[in-house]
């Protein structure tokens, strides 16, 4: 019996171990496998598999298929001759192949996961060996295809078997044989490799493949051995190498100037979006997101450059905990108050991390047509790109490494890059990720990892902040306000413009919005005097002064409405035009009613140019303090903890292979309902259903219809599991049983 994932890991040292972790990040992701056994599990599973396979370059993918064509036969010096290249070109993939956990040695023998390996048969188009095959034809068929290649008869269908297959395998004959066929001919055969019979139209080509002995009848249906179909996927891949990428030629210091300046800026308009979404929380869609004409008035209101930077904003606020849904739309959440007390640099790698972390780019949101608003969450494959691109171009030529992109990115269409790709950079330029041809310090710290606070914090740090209070009513702020300056600001002036620094103006209707939020005159004007080094401006402190002395001459209870004022400006009030549509009457000298409700009746004198003030039922003045909107921490998305690799690699090593035994309750009670399901996909389901966390899970419906989805178990109900399910945005019933596959949701 060979050796196993488990096996080769339990050879590893901690240090190889945590190297692979780091490649394999998903392994790393909460409830971790707690022994190796469990990690081999995971590490083996489809989930993880495709999430490794989309970060493997060209060549890395070709010697793969080279392994799992060859099978048993699977060694450094085969592969070389499949694939018909230098020992050189070969080792680095095997080397990158064996550091991810994703093929392992077994003696001489390369070894890969069973389900990795069926992948890439199917990917060449490989049936079965002919030697299996054989076992389905009559022995009159595997004549015929011995005549075709010149092999001597025997009368024994097992030797004339044999006598093929050690044919086949001498070097260059097969070859040979499908280059000699008429480029008509090998072009058929490959779209016959890689297709499947029934949905293809005969050709007369077939009849020269059937002559040649390339194609096995088996009854009326023609097939392809394995070795046929090696053969001529073979002939068509080569390995190249790494391409040779050069430096970018932008200057360091621009490159870091600008980056700041980008990062800067990024923040600024994060956090002045979610600081007016606490006061007005933005509208959000019935079935979830932030729709077309709602981010139409983000940018207008906050002057944003165009709908992507306000997707980019939703996006990057809502996955990084700092805005939820509440039921007056989007709002920041308890987690932004903290966010925005941090300094600049762990405040950028929050929305940084964020980013590099999403599987998809919120600038490119159309699904078959159809938008899918910013946050909800959609499938693409921009997340590996992204990651791809920064990653290969950290020391190199950006426009260079996009130019190579479909060699190191090979699963993805040349259609897929291109659009992605163009995207990503946007995005990357507007976190100061990326300027002009270059990756920025911030973007190279970014995707080293480690401590990126500490790193980004040598060149990203707070500008000061600096309120200039001018005689036409403005004040000018630049650099990061606090919230208290926030909060003065918000209730005592009207923001007019946005950007590296903004405009506020004092008007007689804002000041009034302060007084009637709570503020008095004294308190107001002592608090600008504290905004600035200068003097106050005499045009500001007359402002304030002047409508604090009307403020509150007018009072509205409710009647409808009633108003107690003094009696000479009660005989105005009554006889103001602009007032007639109240319907006012007179009580007393000093007391007229309306059958308007408060509400109508204070705006319609504010329009008029009063000052009045809302009173209770005692004639206390009512405080008008706009509440700001804080949505439920519950609401922001799942984010699982990811464990150091190099803790986790000590861990798993100390408690070695373990075993198979599941001693969760849930896992057990998992377990009896699905034998299918593995120990270390049992624990993840489990460990779901126990904390409430999002899990991946592939589902066969009753019609046998595969999909995977993210759900939320809430509990295991008889046969069925119940959950929310993302992809629905409903709570759905899933049958046990029916749970093909179980990952993490990362």
Same mark, same amino acid.
Not at 27 to 38: G, H
Not at 181 to 198: H, I, K, N, S, Y
Not at 435 to 448: C, F, H, I, K, Y
Not at 498 to 527: C, K, M, Q
């Given at each position: ?10 050879t590893l040292d901690e240090t190889s171990l945590a190297v ?23 590490? /083996? ?55 991810m956990g994703l093929a392992w040695p077994d003696g001489p ?43 001597? $008869? ?60 390339? $194609? ?30 050069? /430096? ?279 608090? $600008? ?33 009633? $108003? ?164 629905r945005h409903d709570e759905r019933e899933f049958t046990v ?10």
């Amino acid at each position: 019996m060979g050796t196993g994932l488990a096996d080769h890991l339990a050879t590893l040292d901690e240090t190889s171990l945590a190297v692979l972790l780091r490649h394999r990040p998903d392994a790393c992701t909460e409830p971790v496998p707690r022994d190796l056994s469990r990690l081999a599990g995971r590490l /083996a599973g489809r989930a993880s598999l495709s999430a490794a396979l989309r970060r493997l370059d060209r060549d890395t993918v070709e010697v793969g298929r080279a392994v799992a064509a060859l099978d048993e036969q699977a060694t450094p010096d085969t592969v070389t001759d499949l694939l018909d290249t230098t020992p050189a070109l070969v080792e680095r993939p095997l080397q990158v192949l064996t550091t991810m956990g994703l093929a392992w040695p077994d003696g001489p023998v390369l070894r890969l996961p069973e389900a990795l390996s069926e992948h890439w048969l199917a990917e060449i188009g490989a049936d079965e060996p002919i030697a299996r095959m054989a076992r389905h034809v009559v022995a009159e068929e595997m004549r015929r295809i011995a005549v075709a290649h010149g092999i001597p $008869l025997s009368t024994r269908k097992a030797e004339v078997t044999q006598a093929i297959h050690d044919t086949w395998a001498e070097p260059g004959f097969l070859r040979s044989r499908i280059e000699a066929l008429p480029a008509t001919a090998r072009q058929r055969l490959g779209v016959l490799c890689r297709a499947e019979f029934d949905g293809l139209r005969p050709s007369t080509d077939d009849h020269l493949l059937l002559d040649a002995g390339l $194609l096995v009848l088996e009854g009326h249906v023609a097939r392809i051995p394995r070795e046929i179909a090696v053969t001529v996927w073979a002939a068509d891949a080569s390995l190249t190498g790494v391409p040779d990428l050069p /430096a970018p030629a932008d200057p360091p210091a621009r490159v870091a100037d600008g980056a700041v300046a980008a990062a800067r800026s990024l923040l600024d308009i994060v956090t002045t979006v979610l600081d007016d979404a606490a006061d007005t929380p933005v509208t959000a869609l019935k079935s979830g997101g932030v729709g077309k004409r709602e981010r139409a008035r983000l940018v207008k209101r906050h002057d944003l450059d165009g709908d992507h930077l306000a997707c980019l904003v939703i996006d990057l606020a809502a996955h990084a905990g700092l805005l939820g849904l509440t039921e007056a739309g989007y709002a920041p959440t308890a987690t932004y108050g903290d966010w925005r007390e941090e300094d600049a640099a762990a405040r950028w790698t929050r929305l940084a991390r964020t980013w590099f972390a999403l599987e998809y780019a919120p600038g490119d949101r159309e699904v078959d047509g159809k938008e899918v608003a910013p946050p909800l969450a959609l499938l693409s494959m921009a997340g590996d790109l992204r990651r791809t691109l920064l990653e290969k171009s950290r020391d190199h030529s950006l426009h260079a490494t996009e130019e190579h992109l479909a060699w190191f990115s090979p699963m993805s269409a040349e259609a897929v890059l291109a659009g992605s790709v163009a995207v990503s950079r946007r995005e990357a330029e507007l976190l100061g990720i990326v300027v002009g041809d270059t990756v920025s310090p911030l973007g190279r710290a970014l995707v080293d990892g480690g401590d990126v606070v500490a790193a980004v914090g040598e060149h990203l740090v707070d500008a000061s902040c600096e309120v200039v209070l001018q005689s036409d009513l403005t004040a000018m702020v630049s650099g990061r306000p606090s919230p208290a300056i926030t909060r003065l600001l918000a209730d005592a002036a009207t923001p007019e413009s946005r950007g590296a620094a903004t405009t506020h103006r004092f008007s007689p209707a804002s000041v009034r919005a302060a007084l009637d939020a709570g503020w008095n005159a004294d308190d107001l004007l002592a608090e $600008l005097r504290a905004l600035s080094a200068r003097p106050l401006p005499q045009p500001l402190e007359y402002l304030v002064t002047d409508v604090a002395r009307r403020h509150g001459h007018v009072r509205v209870r409710a009647a409808g409405a009633c $108003l107690v004022l003094d009696e000479a400006l009660s005989e105005e009030v009554l006889r103001s035009r602009s007032l007639r549509a109240l319907g006012l009457a007179r009580l007393a000298p000093t007391v007229l009613v309306s059958p308007s409700d408060p509400d109508g009746v204070l705006r319609a004198l504010r329009a008029a140019g009063y000052l009045p003030v809302r009173e209770d039922d005692t004639g206390a003045v009512v405080v008008e303090r706009r509440e700001r909107q804080v949505a439920d921490t519950t609401s922001e998305p799942d984010v699982r903890e990811v464990m150091d690799p190099a803790a986790l690699a000590g861990r798993l090593i100390a408690a070695g292979l373990g075993h198979d035994l599941v001693d969760s309750p849930t896992a057990a009670l998992l377990g009896s309902l699905n034998p299918r399901l593995d120990p270390a996909e049992l624990d993840l389901l489990a460990d779901a259903v126990d904390h409430g966390r999002d899990v991946h899970i592939t589902y066969s419906d009753r019609n046998g219809t595969i999909s995977r989805r993210v759900v939320t178990p809430d509990q295991v109900l008889h046969r069925w599991l119940i959950a929310w399910c993302h992809l629905r945005h409903d709570e759905r019933e899933f049958t046990v049983e029916n749970i093909l596959e179980v990952a993490p949701a990362t």
